[in-house]
């Protein structure tokens, strides 16, 4: 598949799922994904690290976290509908669980959302941190896309510049997504998850069928499918390095546990050389 081709088919996943993506993923620790994101920066970055860079920002749940403690955030992301429902929520009143500090220090320094692909982004300057969370490198599922956004982003990242992301792990394709089925649902939206894992080929599709709640006891149905490869630890290390990375940490949780086997996520914290 070429890129333009493919590039169309990355662009439409959440397409549907965009407006009840935070609700339905509401098990996300967002606040400890920025916890865990400003300490590996304070521990492993620059001394003075400002701009930070979210590849797959999506709808800017981890985006407007990080910009409430302080760092310019820029969002790259190719959905669309994503970005809307970012740039809706960021021009919000603001969450109750936000503090009057970290709303007052977010609208003083907007965040800059740019609907690109991550394989192939531009931007204006270079940034002194990136991160991408929640697997979103695992829907980059051609040959050679992961490759593709490690050397993109080792063109904007200054030199030392660091990279924080995670992954969903073989054991999770195998073991937790497989071919089980799962309902999803909050107030006025129900989510019917299938999933087919193809050992061979590494490719996992989610079939997704979202039930809206309309009113008047009616429901609108509309149907989605995605899909994510399975990146293996040896492939990841192996890309990062051939893009001009050096690994620091690969941590099994967000308390800096060492990776093994049986995670369920890795999380990767990687140097611009």
């Known amino acids: 598949m070429n890129m333009e081709n493919s590039a169309v088919t990355y662009g439409r996943q959440y397409s549907v799922l965009a ?56 969002g790259v992301d190719i959905s669309e509908n994503m970005l ?102 909050s107030e006025g939206v129900l989510c019917a998850w299938q999933n087919e894992y193809n050992e061979k080929s590494k490719i996992c599709r989610f079939y997704l069928s979202l039930f809206t709640d309309c009113g008047n006891g009616k429901w609108i149905r509309s149907d989605e499918i995605q899909s994510e490869r399975c990146y293996s630890m040896t492939a990841i290390k192996r890309a990062l390095k051939k893009c001009g990375f050096d690994i620091i940490g690969v941590y099994g949780d967000m308390n800096g546990s060492p990776a093994d086997i049986k995670n369920e996520r890795w999380f990767f914290t990687a140097k611009r050389i």
Request: with cysteine; net charge negative.
């Open 19 to 74: 407006p009840y993506y935070e609700k339905l993923n509401s098990e996300a620790d967002y606040n400890k994904y920025a916890d865990f994101i400003e300490r590996e920066i304070k521990l492993h970055g620059k001394e003075k690290t400002e701009i930070v860079l979210e590849l797959a920002c999506g709808t800017g749940a981890v985006t407007r976290r990080l910009a409430e403690r302080g760092f310019d955030m820029i």
């Open 84 to 185: 809307s429902e970012a740039y809706r929520i960021e021009h919000s009143l603001g969450s109750e669980t936000e503090s009057v500090a970290g709303r007052r220090r977010r609208k003083n320094s907007e965040t800059l959302y740019l609907c690109q692909d991550i394989r192939s982004f531009e931007l204006y300057g270079t940034v002194s941190a990136a991160v991408c969370c929640l697997d979103s490198l695992n829907y980059l599922t051609d040959p050679g896309d992961l490759e593709k956004c490690f050397k993109t982003l080792h063109n904007y990242l200054e030199p030392n510049g660091i990279f924080i992301f995670d992954v969903n792990t073989p054991y999770k394709f195998q073991n937790i997504f497989a071919g089980r089925d799962y309902i999803i649902e």
